[in-house]
């Protein structure tokens, strides 16, 4: 592999890194804390991207993949944000929610329409963390549908989620205002707020993780992100961030994530062990390794690939060299995401 992750060295990180995976497998099972749910399987789980970084009308479709395909006047419009539409089914009934929400409210409700989804039939939402590409699109798609949304629908979040963010930016010593989502303007709409920090089921059959335990070395959060915490300005450690997962019958988990920033190896193995098992049928959602370290890279795919899923995902965040390195070392379960496309787990 180009720039120093050679076949050798990629072994020599699997080898070295594998050891936290390797020796968690086995006991998984003996670790649960008191008080997790006890994880319901689904019979099936329908997954919508509704937006992402890109959108190719080209791609062919996999056995898990429909790529929406685009003709004159209707186009998935892409971009710097990330959104999903989540449908699980759990003894018959099916049951709908949303993962974030993007960052350009017109091309999120554009893909929503394109796709034929119905947030009508939404029974709850959800927020992985409090960056405007997550959260920007969030009020206009709960305004346009407020009166097909039910009072008191839940809008499940984690702590700090409606914090005021900040980034330094390479060369600038102002860090550059991120925003906040406005919790007033959710609980307007008529929505509940639900703040999360332990393991949660939101819809039949899918999580939250709660507070992500940070159990690799290497995934840190970079010191250029920032929160404001009553009038300081400090450096972020994403303690609410909150990933997403649920459990297909007879194939495994499937975690999706919205940046992880905690750690796309963390939110697996947080997803592990609330759920009790190794199986993890697919990896799905941001890596937040744009621009990472060549041996952060390293790392985090020898990991992946010690986890041993069918399907690796990365999205949005994740940072073209990633992407290619998982293209590289896990060919036979590397997914190229598009934008509207809708994957699809279980009978």
């Known amino acids: 592999m180009k720039d120093g992750m050679g076949r050798r060295e990629f072994l020599k990180y699997s080898v070295a890194t594998g050891v936290l995976i ?9 670790v649960m804390a008191q008080g997790m749910p006890k994880v319901t399987e ?3 789980a329908t997954v919508w991207v509704v937006t992402d970084n890109s959108y190719d009308t080209l791609r062919p479709d996999t056995k898990i993949a429909k790529r929406y395909r685009s003709v004159p006047g209707k186009a998935i419009l892409a971009e710097h944000g990330i959104s999903f539409y989540v ?19 017109a091309g999120v409700m554009n893909n929503i329409a394109l796709l034929g989804l119905d947030i009508g ?40 989620a409606f914090a005021r963010r900040y980034s330094l930016r390479p060369g600038t010593t102002d860090p550059a205002d991120l925003g906040q989502l406005m919790k007033e303007d959710i609980e307007a709409l008529g929505l509940k707020i639900v703040e999360v920090k332990k393991p949660i089921e939101i819809i039949p059959g899918a999580y939250f993780t ?15 992100l920032l929160v404001r915490r009553g009038e300081k300005l400090e450096a972020d450690d994403f303690r609410g961030e909150q990933g997403f997962f649920f459990n297909v019958k007879g194939k495994g988990l499937v975690v999706i994530s919205g940046c992880a920033h905690a750690g796309i190896v963390n939110t697996v193995k947080q997803a ?10 697919a990896v799905m959602g941001g890596c937040h390794l744009a621009n990472a370290k060549p041996e952060v890279i390293q790392n985090t795919v020898a990991d992946i690939k010690a986890i041993k899923p069918d399907y690796i995902v990365p999205m949005h965040c994740t940072g073209f060299e ?13 997914i190229l995401n598009t934008a509207g ?7």
């Open 22 to 30: 390797a020796t968690g497998e086995g006991m998984i099972k003996n």
């Open 42 to 44: 689904v019979d099936k």
């Open 87 to 105: 449908e699980t089914v759990v003894n018959g009934k099916t049951s709908v929610c949303m993962f974030d929400y993007g960052h350009d409210p």
């Open 121 to 160: 039939k939404t029974s709850a939402f959800s927020l992985s963390h409090g960056h405007w590409d997550h959260f920007m699109a969030a009020v206009s798609i709960l305004k346009q549908n407020q009166p097909r949304i039910a009072g008191g629908t839940p809008f499940y979040v984690g702590e700090e």
């Open 210 to 224: 709660g507070n992500i335990e940070r159990v690799t070395a290497y995934e840190k959060v970079p010191p250029t």
């Open 272 to 281: 592990q062990k609330i759920a009790g098992t190794d199986k993890v049928h």
């Open 322 to 334: 990633t992407i290619v390195a998982f293209s590289k070392e896990m060919p036979n379960e590397f």
């Open 341 to 347: 496309t809708r994957y699809t787990f279980g009978a």
